[in-house]
């Protein structure tokens, strides 16, 4: 089996707090701009700050004690270009939880049996 990149380590699991918002908020902040989500020892903050004439957009990975472990302003590749060896440590310590944790694709089928009139 091979080994997981970080860049796709981080790939899965910001992807999986993206597609899954709905069912893994936290907490969405009354100042509009911020939204957390909550899942395997993360947290994940997705914060849109508006500047006047331009708005900032970045997401943080956290682990649940509240210790950063990613900002991410330009997107994935560029952040683990510019990971340091403690942050590539924490992505593989938190994606073990992540990858026990993380539900199986439910396949989600309708019943197939029919009624019968008796």
Do not use: C
Request: proline share 1%.
């Amino acid at each position: 089996m091979s080994e997981v990149s970080h860049e796709d380590k981080l790939n899965e699991i910001v992807n999986y707090f993206r597609t899954n918002k709905e069912d893994l908020l936290v907490m969405d902040w009354s100042d509009g701009q911020s939204t957390e989500y909550g899942f395997a020892n993360m947290t994940f903050i997705e914060v849109h700050e508006d500047l006047g004439a331009r708005q900032k957009a970045y997401s943080v990975l956290s682990d649940f004690s509240g210790e950063e472990i990613f900002t991410i302003v330009d997107g994935v590749k560029q952040t683990i270009e510019h990971a340091d060896e403690e942050q590539l440590a924490k992505l593989d310590e938190v994606y073990e939880d992540f990858v026990d944790e993380k539900p199986t694709v439910k396949q989600k089928k309708k019943s197939t049996r029919r009624r019968t009139m008796r």
